[in-house]
């Protein structure tokens, strides 16, 4: 299953086998924000979901699709945090082990609660070669099932019920937005906003210092990204085949965003909305407040990913614990 | 109507006026907030209420019970910020002028957002007694109708509404707790516990630092707090007469909290709830991990006052900006 294309009823049927065990996060919305950007915005709050991201969604998709028969009792997976904090999760509420690679500079409290969600972790090296060649060193010492952070059907099938839930709020939606590193999220955004609603513009929103999706996107061949220092830790992995594909076809535009805007849309969120979300997050928010994007409409729905950051590093929020 | 004490009819009244015209606020928690409390927490989040706090209830319901043959187009009252606020919405919805009076101190963007909301501001200096001397001189200048920010019954039975929706919830509340200034919240809240629940223990939190409505009921009498800097902004106002009526009767224990751990509460709500909350609602949160309470159960409410603050100042918020 994992290593097809998912369509939009991959979507709708991953969201029937996750109902009951994810959280429905609830959709919000401020005038005052709506003010800031001169449109109707209303944001899909993952960062409130198990794991505090979207993706216990894709991770629980993908372990309730594996075969009952396969006799699977470890899973893995590299990860720069909630991917495998996700993983770790999901698998303990099947009874699975889980081991996670976890790549040097993710967030002290991702992997923080990767362990507190019964994880294994073994360190690695930045960038998405040295992720992985970490597992596959890891596999070829302990065979396991891996579930890709987002470069699998089932992952991005299990990220689009985020999009499913938010795009059947009542609100005529014109846009809808999510940040994209490896793509999961994007991907299974763009299959519902097509098969849902059609007409909708659908926006991949990426950091400047990061933006791989970005140039693959204009020149039509996938490239990848080096170690990068962006803030927006959720998106330093490189575009995936699958994710790719899809940008491809069914996404309308990547708009890329400075660490300065990354930012200010953090702190602006928690002024506003008084939410508290991880930069990766904050990506899809300040792509909407720099208006870059051509195709912009009035009703824009932004999904935010997570709200996993480590506040004594953070720029605003400087530590004086 | 707002000179009687009110009763549990009252909020379930205001509760039919007010449908449709203030937000049904969710209702929030966090499996790691509750590892740390040692018991189930669920948080009323008023925080997300229009204006920002619970306050915007008790003051349109203030001027929605105002006769209509009243010839009433004025209204004034004094508030650290979020009455004032509250207020002013509630007046401009109902096409009616609004001043506030505000007390030195008052956080920034507090005093911004009453004047966002069309409220007029006349500058006092801090503490009750001065607060209310200058509303007397505006009001010797020109003509208004008051709803005081706490002592009135239809400002508290409209407050009473947030624990109304929260205790209405599917859980089996043994405990709510909501902090105490004037009184408005606590007396609202344990209106509803009484009347829809009737053996939920009420716990009211104040700050150690103006614990006028703890000296109040421990003494029997009512006393007042002089100019205070705690850093709950909110709570800096004396308990109220007809609050402290309430507070004698209906609340069952009043648990005192430090400055450090208001400040320690904030984040944590922000770090496992990813909910940013005022110091004011922190002190509630503070009372709960306190373990103070000798009649703290386990399952238990707790109202979020409010979300309204000054980033720059907040203490593990250095501005950076």
């Known amino acids: 299953m994992g290593d097809t294309l998912p369509d939009f009823a991959a979507v709708v049927a991953a969201a029937g086998r996750l109902k009951g065990r994810v959280r429905r996060t609830p959709v919000m919305h401020a005038d005052r924000f709506d ?10 709050c993952e960062n409130l979901q198990t794991g505090g991201a ?17 006799g699977i009792t470890r899973v893995a997976t590299h990860s720069s945090g909630n991917h495998g904090t996700a993983l770790a999760l999901a698998a303990r509420s099947l009874g699975l082990e889980c081991t996670v690679v976890v790549p040097a500079g993710a967030a002290r409290p991702k992997v923080a609660a990767i362990e507190a969600a019964g994880g294994r972790i073994v360190h690695c090296e930045a960038g998405t070669a040295a992720r992985e060649a970490a597992l596959a060193a890891l596999l070829a010492r302990e065979p396991a099932h891996v579930v890709h952070p987002y470069d699998d059907a089932d992952v991005i099938a299990g990220q689009g019920t985020a999009a499913l839930e938010l795009l059947s709020e009542p609100m005529d939606f014109d846009t809808v937005i999510a940040p994209v590193g490896g793509g999961g999220l994007i991907g299974g955004t763009a299959l519902v906003a097509r098969g849902l609603l059609g007409e909708c513009t659908v926006i991949a929103a990426e950091p400047a210092a990061a933006d791989d999706a970005f140039r693959s996107f204009t020149s039509g061949r996938r490239v990848g990204v080096g170690a990068t220092d962006t803030i927006a830790d959720g998106l330093r992995a490189s575009i995936g085949v699958r994710n790719f594909e899809l940008l ?32 990766s997050s904050a990506v899809a928010v300040a792509a909407v407040l720099s208006r870059r994007a051509t195709r912009l409409g009035e009703q824009v729905g932004v999904i935010l990913s997570g709200g996993n950051i480590d506040l004594d590093q953070c720029p605003f929020l400087a530590g004086r614990a």
Request: net charge neutral; glycine share 4%; aromatic share 6%.
């Open 54 to 70: 979207f993706k216990y969604r894709g991770a629980l998709n993908a372990l309730l699709t594996l075969p009952p028969d396969a």
């Open 35 to 44: 003010e800031r950007a001169g449109r109707r915005v209303v944001f899909k």
């Open 248 to 279: 491809r076809r069914d996404v309308d535009e990547v708009v890329t965003v400075s660490e300065a805007e990354i930012v200010a849309a953090m702190r602006l969120v928690l002024e506003d909305l008084k939410l508290l979300i991880e930069p």
